[in-house]
């Protein structure tokens, strides 16, 4: 049996999706992105008066994205440490680094398996979106 998560702290999805999908012991969270719960505001992102992107904060961006899936797993009853899998969209490849060293932030020598890959973009004018699969401890 299926066990849809929609958190009721973590920012709303774009789309028509959970935030995260629960089967027997694995947790399946959705694409998260960095924007604020209470203001749906991007850290960092500074737009012109159109609402084209000037500048961005992807250390900003990174963090807040973590924190977002942290929440939605702890909703799920799991913790970083119990992520098995991550993978990490980002809009400028040249980030990975800056992207990389916050990341370690989040996660000891014990970290889970990870791909990053560079996409065109990402909706709702992000830098940053990372999905992962936890287990639940037994």
Do not use: W
Not at 62 to 73: G, P, W
Not at 97 to 110: G, L, P, T
Not at 114 to 125: D, K
Request: aromatic share 8%; net charge negative; with cysteine.
């Amino acid at each position: 049996m299926l066990e849809h998560l929609i958190s009721r702290t973590a920012p709303r999805p774009l789309g028509k999706y959970s935030h995260a999908v629960i089967y027997k012991d694995l947790v399946f969270v959705c694409g998260m992105g960095p924007r604020d719960f209470e203001t749906d505001a991007v850290p960092g992102l500074v737009l012109d008066e159109k609402g084209l992107r000037l500048d961005y904060d992807i250390e900003a961006e990174t963090r807040a994205t973590l924190q977002n899936l942290r929440t939605v797993l702890d909703e799920a009853g799991v913790d970083l440490k119990d992520v098995v899998e991550m993978n990490v969209f980002l809009t400028n490849m040249n980030d990975f680094s800056k992207m990389n060293r916050v990341y370690a932030e989040f996660f000891d020598e014990k970290a889970p398996v990870r791909t990053t890959l560079g996409v065109a973009s990402l909706p709702g004018n992000i830098s940053v979106e990372m999905k992962a699969i936890a287990v639940r401890p037994s």
